[in-house]
């Protein structure tokens, strides 16, 4: 790594307007080649800095298709690291595992379901619903039950996005949201409804 991206690298997170903005564009330009010390900063950084990074990678992902082999992993040790001092890159790390699509999300998700903090659970039951595949109906039923409202809400979310999505799996979703049968959870059920009509 060079010593002007180095150097932009440690700035990223700068209280001076100037010099932030001076680093964000070096590590912009670089791209790719800045994708190694992000990662690095998202393993070892401190909070903030480890939000830019995410944010910085994430950004990279969704506007140049940019990924790197130990993307995924190092999202996940940064969630784990994080689980309970940082919130934002734990719900954005999920988030970004969801939108990599990568078949290793998958797994990582329905393991957040379990976890015991309600944070987890409810940002891996959106990471499930951002997926929408269909392998996480027998999951996401089970999180209809959470005790916590705001996972069955989000469950009931999830549910329905993979049922947009898999028009084939509605049948078997509507019968397990009556027995929720949350409020959401029938708004759910007529829309998907009058969708298979």
Excluded at 48 to 76: C, K, M, N, S
Excluded at 93 to 114: H, M, N, Q, R, Y
Excluded at 126 to 143: H, K, T, Y
């Amino acid at each position: 790594m060079d010593n002007e991206l180095r150097i932009a690298l440690e700035n990223m997170s700068s209280r001076d307007y100037t010099l932030r903005s001076q680093a964000l564009e070096v590590i912009n330009q670089a791209r790719e080649r800045a994708v190694p010390g992000l990662l690095e900063v998202l393993k070892n950084g401190d909070g903030y800095r480890q939000e830019i990074a995410l944010a910085i990678l994430w950004g990279f992902f969704r506007d140049y298709g940019i990924r790197h082999p130990d993307l995924v992993i190092t999202l996940l040790e940064a969630i784990d690291v994080n689980r309970d001092n940082n919130p934002l890159v734990v719900q954005d790390g999920i988030g970004f595992i969801a939108d990599l699509k990568d078949p290793t999300a998958f797994d990582a998700l329905v393991e957040f379901l379990s976890d015991e903090d309600k944070t987890l659970r409810e940002a891996a039951v959106e990471g499930l619903g951002l997926l929408a595949d269909p392998r996480a109906i027998p999951f996401l039923i089970l999180a209809l039950n959470d005790l916590e409202k705001i996972i069955q809400a989000r469950a009931t979310w999830a549910l329905g996005q993979i049922a947009e999505q898999n028009p084939s799996e509605v049948d078997m979703i509507i019968p397990e949201l009556r027995r929720g049968g949350t409020p959401d959870a029938l708004k759910l059920i007529k829309k998907l409804q009058s969708h298979n009509k």
